[in-house]
């Protein structure tokens, strides 16, 4: 019912703000091991840092791929778990390609298989779909 550009710019500010809490976790349980003890003031922006980066990382992930499943679906004129499969290369395969074109194709395999995947729990699963 959205248009694409509404998914995708939802998927960004949603992404960016799961990327961020993930990003606090991993800054908080794992900060960066140096030969020194940080100050608090280093610790802080050591952590802003690791917070932005997951933020962005997992925006622009959630830009491309809903974006590119909306695009496709609307091509397609269907619904069904393969859009997710298409997106998930097309979006894999734009990561890998900076790598070069090997890495493009095992990512776009990679995110094809993980898009399946969980296309495939959220409609199997009773969690999702309860009975009855």
């Known amino acids: ?6 998914r995708a710019c939802m998927s960004f500010v ?12 991993n800054s908080s349980i794992a900060p960066h091991q140096t030969a020194v003890q940080m100050t608090t003031r280093e610790t802080l922006i050591d952590m802003r840092k690791t917070i932005v980066s997951n933020a962005k990382q997992f925006a622009t992930i959630g830009f491309m791929f809903a974006g590119v499943e909306c695009c496709i679906e609307s091509y397609r004129a ?11 290369g097309v979006t894999g395969a734009m990561i890998g390609y900076r790598a070069g074109a090997k890495p493009a194709v095992f990512s776009a395999a990679g995110f094809a298989a993980f898009s399946y995947a969980i296309d495939y729990f959220m409609h199997t ?8």
Do not use: M, R, T
């Open 78 to 88: 269907k619904s069904d778990w393969k859009n997710s499969v298409y997106a998930g």
């Open 1 to 6: 019912a959205e248009s694409c550009p509404f």
């Open 125 to 132: 699963s009773s969690l999702f779909n309860p009975p009855g």
């Open 14 to 25: 949603v992404g960016g703000a799961l990327g961020g809490f993930i990003g606090l976790f």
